[in-house]
């Protein structure tokens, strides 16, 4: 979902950058590099530590939480041709399944503002699964719930990481750009550049496909 259909990514970004304002601290550019990797506690422990916010973790959680679902039910948008896509899709009797790492509570408030809940066959959530988009279990119980082989399904990703796990694991894989993924690896190369050689399948817009 997020940066592949939903165009999410910079508020992933802005979140430490609005909850830190909001307790007075003054922002570094590195700020991002710093978390972007990081768990949600993690970050709530890398900021008391680096900038002596001095609240619970448990607050600090909760605070981020705060921020990004409301970005999820008022704020954010599908990217350009994305529901096109998913209703030609749905028109020809392919079956989808939203396959994030996003909790349930943030993506069924988003996708039921963006009115296209009824285009997925199901939503299925890393947290729900006990899992995560490094192991290939969240995309093989996506492609049992449409009756398919991992070889008869595409997986829709903007993430590196998601890309090789499902290629590993047998499926056709499409790469959708999102700038995020711009951001350079540690051989200094980009994600994308990566995913250019890595996937089946590549686009920069949705309508693409169309």
């Known amino acids: 979902m997020d940066g592949t259909i939903l165009d999410s990514m910079p508020m992933w970004h802005g979140v430490s950058d609005r909850y ?53 039910a008022r704020n954010l948008l599908l990217k350009d041709g994305a529901r096109e896509v998913l ?22 408030a988003c996708l039921d503002r963006l009115g296209i809940r009824g285009l997925f066959r199901d939503v299925l959530t890393c947290l729900d699964l006990g899992t995560s988009k490094h192991e290939p279990l969240i995309f093989q119980t996506a492609a049992e719930v449409c009756g398919a082989s991992a070889g008869e399904s595409v997986v829709f990703e903007d993430a590196l990481h998601c890309v090789e796990t499902a290629k590993n694991a047998g499926f056709l894989t499409c790469a959708v750009f999102d700038s995020s993924a711009l951001e350079k690896c540690a051989d200094g190369r980009s994600d994308w550049e990566h995913m250019k050689e890595m996937a089946d399948f590549l686009i920069k817009n949705w309508r693409e496909i169309l």
């Open 20 to 72: 830190l304002s909001s307790h007075g601290v003054l922002l570094s550019s590195s700020v991002w590099d710093d978390v972007k990797r990081l768990t949600e506690t993690e970050t709530a422990l890398f900021f008391q530590e680096r900038f002596g916010i001095d609240e619970p973790l448990e607050k600090i959680c909760g605070e981020f939480e705060s921020i990004i679902f409301g970005e999820y």
């Open 87 to 108: 209703e030609s899709l749905n028109g020809m009797g392919v079956p989808c399944v939203l396959a994030t790492a996003t909790n349930r509570k943030c993506v069924e």
